[in-house]
């Protein structure tokens, strides 16, 4: 049995597989004390073989006997297993975003990350939500509603925001402006992506994927389509329990 845990900044994703079959997947708030929660969500697998991934992979590694590999690693790992012919991927998680580029066999070849700017991560969409008053799944839906979106000029996520401020002042509508920050968004993703030079096969993981919303407007941008895993954001933990098969 190998189980994968993904200990990103907002949420902890485990994948337990046995026979090359996933036997369990689990996604949980991190909490204040996230290796707690880890430890309970093993404590559950006692005989499985571990790898850890994520943010927190090394502080998982002071508490437990397991082995870790790089975010990079185990999205490009899990993509791959489930889209075979993937060649890149796009992974955008609570903190960061990162574009990884496979080689035709599924090696790792080159990436790009942002990690700099909150701007165009998951706090970024869930700050413009709040800002907005909607929950982060309905902040998707009322940008898909809405006709037409006042442009937001600024990504920094502190302008931003204080531009979301200055529209709402001035009466514009609340589903504009979510489909005007929706929209800078996927500009912001899909110049990441084009930066690289490779958009086929390219596969949307981490919990932003399911905002179908702006998996719409990316493939507008960039013009081809875009792959979602059934569950985008178990991605990097489901990387992680197939290198702990292989290792």
């Not at 790089?70 to 012919?85: D, M, Q, S, V």
């Not at 941008?221 to 178990?234: F, K, N, R």
């Amino acid at each position: 049995m190998q189980m994968g845990i993904d200990l990103g900044s907002r949420t902890i994703k485990t994948v337990t597989l046995k026979g090359g079959s996933m036997l369990e997947r689990r996604v949980v708030e991190s909490g204040f004390e996230p290796h707690r929660q880890a430890l309970q969500m093993l404590g559950e697998h006692p005989q499985a073989r571990v790898v850890a991934t994520g943010y927190g992979r090394h502080l998982m590694q002071q508490h437990a006997e397991l082995d870790i590999i790089t975010e990079i690693k185990a999205h490009a790992l899990g993509a791959r297993h489930l889209f075979p012919h993937c060649r890149a991927v796009l992974d955008v998680g609570g903190q960061d975003s990162k574009v990884i580029l496979l080689s035709d066999n599924g090696r790792i070849v080159n990436f790009q990350m942002n990690d700099k700017c909150a701007a165009g991560t998951g706090r970024f969409l869930e700050m413009m939500a709040v800002s907005l008053g909607y929950g982060l799944k309905d902040f998707g839906i009322a940008a898909a509603q809405a006709d037409a979106g006042t442009p937001i000029n600024s990504m920094c996520a502190v302008f931003a925001e204080s531009e979301v401020v200055s529209l709402k002042n001035r009466g514009v509508p609340p589903a504009e402006i979510a489909r005007a920050v929706h929209l800078a968004v996927a500009s912001r993703l899909a110049a990441m992506v084009s930066k690289t030079g490779e958009c086929r096969h390219l596969v949307f993981t981490g919990g932003v994927a399911n905002n179908k919303t702006l998996v719409a407007m990316l493939e507008k941008a960039l013009g081809v389509p875009v792959l979602v895993p059934e569950d985008p954001s178990i991605t990097g933990a489901l990387g992680a329990a197939l290198h702990a098969g292989c290792s």
